[in-house]
């Protein structure tokens, strides 16, 4: 799987040598630049939600790029850049609505 565009300079690349499909949202699919692909080495991803073997899902999130996807296996998600963790300043600690530690939007 293929988080966002950033990498798919060398998505077809990666297919052939692991001889496996390489997982690409379909909302970014106009971002692919190797042409042409056979059709076993891409997977465009349609749902918001799919499962890539049991136990693994691809999720899109959307974000940094529409079609922005995370990894999820086994209580952990694999984010690449699409989530960042951002210190809160004192500020907002102040300003900010809070509840059991978390900020209320």
Not at 51 to 71: C, D, N, R, S, Y
Request: glycine share 6%; net charge negative.
């Amino acid at each position: 799987m293929i988080s966002h565009p950033h990498y798919y300079t060398t998505y077809a690349t990666w297919a052939r040598t692991f001889n496996c499909p390489v997982y690409i949202a379909s909302d970014d699919a106009h971002w692919l630049c190797q042409a042409p692909y056979e059709p076993t080495e891409i997977k465009l991803l349609h749902d918001i939600t799919t499962t890539i073997v049991p136990g693994v899902t691809a999720i899109k999130i959307g974000g940094h790029f529409e079609g922005q996807v995370v990894l999820h296996w086994d209580k952990t998600i694999f984010v690449a850049d699409g989530l960042v963790t951002v210190p809160v300043s004192e500020k907002c600690r102040k300003q900010c609505k809070w509840h059991d530690g978390h900020i209320l939007t």
